[in-house]
């Protein structure tokens, strides 16, 4: 009998040690589910897996160096992500979630394993409504701590739209916010053609919140020192080239007219003077003409609009032929738009999962190679793309 226990023994560590799947593997989190077998695109063939579930209005997504993940969401609540386990955290400053804001993007600073310090953007209440506030924060356990306002869009509004929210850094020592317009037009309130506020603006800071001496309008009484680039509506996409470091924005155009501009210091980009959209009411009347003098027009528009939300430049390793492509999350269209560029013009478009995940509010390229898409709304998720060959 113990020669048979003996025997019975030595196989089953045989059978073990001969089934170990390698270093690369690891146990799925039990949240994870695979939602889609197969997806063939133009380029690449891949699944998608659901990676993290039950979300509440999530806005945005990042990665911390040991892998756990950061999710927002716009009620006012941060989700730490660990193996699939989630957690609130406790310490974020009081947020404002007023029609479409709320607690909105994060992202962790370039100089993060030195300095701990998280970015995040959200709307506040204060004199005059409610606005757009960058603060950054450092993370201890499960808790926000060192809370540091570094800007606050001025003036505040009443409206509950449009209030922008992406962070990205340039790689220059800055990082780059975008301000919406806050549904303001010239004719009820402060517009994103006035030049005296930060309404529909793009601004940069130093990473400490101070102004870089080269930002194209220091030292004018007619324009904030902080702007960098104005005229914009709702821009809730913004990424880095990551071969010419050149900051790329899509923008939520009226009903249609969603826009893709390449954004350069000093410029003006147009809304309300210049849009390729129209009014929402019936019968539809354009909302300005197409060009004018001093204007910068966009890369490209798109009529009807698909309501992008979210956008990454694929910098990964799973899916070569889609490498430095741009992936922009779409709301309205329920998609995730593929778009190729050809130096400053778009050479190609692909749709991908049209109808499959339901409204997408940000995509992201993992530290894992992978490409991520956030959907929007009660029950959403973070899903993952992998490629299956």
């Known amino acids: 009998m113990r020669s048979l226990i003996a025997s019975l023994s030595l196989l089953l560590c045989a059978c073990t040690l001969g089934s170990d799947p390698g270093p690369d593997s690891r146990a799925a989190p039990m949240d994870e589910e695979v939602v889609m077998e197969r997806v063939e695109s133009e380029q690449e063939t891949f699944r998608v897996v659901r ?42 400053p009081a947020i404002a979630p007023r029609g479409q804001g709320g ?60 209030f922008g929210s992406r962070i990205a850094f340039p790689g220059d020592g800055t990082v780059v916010v975008t301000l919406g317009e806050r549904g303001q037009r010239q004719a009820d309130g402060p517009g994103a053609q006035d ?51 050149a900051i790329w924005q ?30 929402y009411r019936t019968p539809h009347q354009p909302i300005g003409g197409t060009e004018a003098p001093g204007i910068t027009s966009p890369v490209h528009y798109w009529d009807p609009s698909p309501a992008f939300c979210g956008m990454t430049f694929y910098t990964g390793d799973k899916f070569p032929n889609w490498k430095n492509d741009l992936f922009m999350g779409a709301l309205a269209h329920q998609s995730v738009l593929r778009v190729r560029l050809d130096g400053e013009a778009v050479s190609h478009e692909e749709e991908l999962l049209p109808q499959e995940l339901g409204r997408i509010r940000d995509v992201a390229t ?16 973070l899903y993952r793309l992998e490629p299956t060959g």
């Open 103 to 162: 607690l909105l993007d994060v992202r962790l600073s370039p100089t993060y394993e030195e300095t701990g310090w998280i970015y995040i953007s959200y709307s506040v209440s204060g004199e005059g409504g409610v606005g757009t506030v960058l603060a950054r924060a450092r993370l201890e356990g499960t808790s926000l701590t060192d809370v540091e306002e570094l800007y606050r869009q001025q003036p505040f509004v009443t409206s509950g739209l449009h």
């Open 366 to 381: 993992g530290p894992d190679g992978y490409l991520y898409v956030l959907t929007d709304g009660t029950g959403a998720g």
């Open 51 to 92: 990676a993290v579930g039950d979300l509440n209005q999530p806005w945005a997504v990042a990665w911390l160096p040991d892998g756990r993940m950061l999710i927002t969401e716009k009620p006012g609540r941060m989700v730490l992500v660990d193996e699939g386990a989630k957690t609130r955290l406790s310490g974020l």
């Open 250 to 279: 899509h923008e939520h155009g009226p009903h249609g007219g969603d826009e893709l501009n390449l954004v350069k210091p000093g410029k003006n980009y147009g809304w309300p003077a210049v849009s390729y959209g129209d009014t």
């Open 195 to 245: 030049s005296t506020n930060t309404i529909g603006t793009t601004i940069r800071l130093t990473l400490d919140g101070g102004i870089p001496q080269d930002n194209p309008y220091v030292g004018r009484d007619d324009v904030p020192d902080a702007v960098y680039s104005y005229g914009h509506r709702n821009q809730q996409g913004m990424a880095i080239h990551p071969e010419t470091g």
